[in-house]
């Protein structure tokens, strides 16, 4: 069987940021990010989402809201996939992922 960290297309950090998930018809629910990628995040909420719809992310330590897709989802545990990868327009956030080196 396959690791599902091999499945990963980048680097994750473990956070604990609070965020909010807003839903096209105008809903809102609270979340917790407790892991997040340049290409997508992992959140806890008490809201039910569907698989395959679209939702805006945003991450309360951070100004930008996200636009993502709900990719899988285990019990309280939803992936989210960001539609377009952190290192393309949110700099700030994007910095989680670069190292300096000594």
């Known amino acids: 069987m396959t690791d599902i960290a091999d499945k990963r ?3 994750r950090r473990r956070t604990i940021f609070g ?4 839903r096209d018809d105008g809903r809102s629910a609270e979340c917790s990010v407790s892991d997040i990628s340049e290409t997508g995040v992992k959140v806890a909420t008490k809201e039910a989402f569907e698989s395959g719809s679209e939702v ?4 309360n330590k951070y100004k930008n809201i996200h636009r993502c897709e709900v990719t899988w989802i285990r019990g309280n545990e939803i992936g989210l996939r960001f539609l377009l990868p952190l290192s393309k327009y949110d700099e700030e956030l994007a910095g989680l992922f670069k190292f300096s080196h000594f």
Do not use: Q, R
């Open 56 to 59: 805006d992310l945003k991450i």
């Open 9 to 11: 297309n980048s680097m």
């Open 19 to 22: 965020g909010v998930i807003f």
